[in-house]
T-cell receptor, first 116, second 112 residues
């Protein structure tokens, strides 16, 4: 199984809502990532988890809260978002969070988030 | 700081024509280089990666890339474009912390 799954595929929420994005992989990867992608732009790294511990937080606002319950699951909790947070949110995983040509990242299909 | 430059934000070719997407990376030893493709409203799919075993790297869907250290380039090519190749292509370099450094992307259009 070389697939990263993400749910939901689409999400519409108001600025006062609380919602969560979910990501799952069963490849035994020990690094998982959240990216934000705006239209016509490359993905921007938000968070990196390595061995279930947060290793990189790219100065993301606190209204985004990541969680890694176990090595296969990654959540992104959303609260009090702004309309400018509307984007495609991508999850990815890799064997390790270390530089290597054998350490490519596998991406999920993304969650299209719209904040009203 | 490491950076990846993709020349041309939009490339248009006719079906059956050569596809050439250009990429220059930051010089680093060793460079970890990848090409990813993104179809509309989808995630990213790995096309190919440079592993230092060979300078000419073959990937999926008939794509290949040539690593040229002297030019710090990793251009992506395909001999004959197909309509299904229309997508956004990202040249990506592995960062020192295991992160990925993305180029700005090149949108490939294929005309019938």
């Amino acid at each position: 199984d070389t697939e990263v799954t993400q749910t939901p595929k689409h999400l519409v929420m108001g600025m006062t809502n609380k919602k969560s994005l979910k990501c799952e992989q069963h490849m035994g990867h020990r690094a998982m990532y959240w990216y934000k992608q705006k239209a016509k732009k490359p993905p921007e790294l938000m968070f990196v988890y390595s061995y279930e511990k947060l290793s990189i937080n790219e100065s993301v606002p606190s209204r985004f809260s990541p969680e890694c319950p176990n090595s296969s699951l990654l959540n992104l909790h959303l609260h009090a978002l702004q309309p400018e947070d509307s984007a495609l949110y991508l999850c990815a995983s890799s064997q390790e969070a270390s530089p290597s040509s054998y350490n490519e990242q596998f991406f999920g299909p993304g969650t299209r988030l719209t904040v009203l | 700081a490491q950076s990846v430059t993709q020349l041309g934000s939009h490339v248009s070719v006719s079906e059956g024509a050569l596809v050439l997407l250009r990429c220059n990376y930051s010089s680093s030893v060793p460079p970890y280089l990848f090409w990813y493709v993104q179809y509309p409203n989808q995630g990213l799919q790995l096309l190919l990666k440079y592993t230092s075993a060979a300078t000419l790297v073959k990937g999926i869907n008939g794509f290949e890339a040539e690593f040229k250290k002297s030019e710090t380039s990793f251009h992506l090519t395909k001999p004959s474009a197909h309509m299904s190749d229309a997508a956004e292509y990202f040249c990506v370099q592995g960062g020192s912390q295991g992160n990925l450094i993305f180029g700005k992307g090149t949108k490939l259009s294929v005309k019938p």
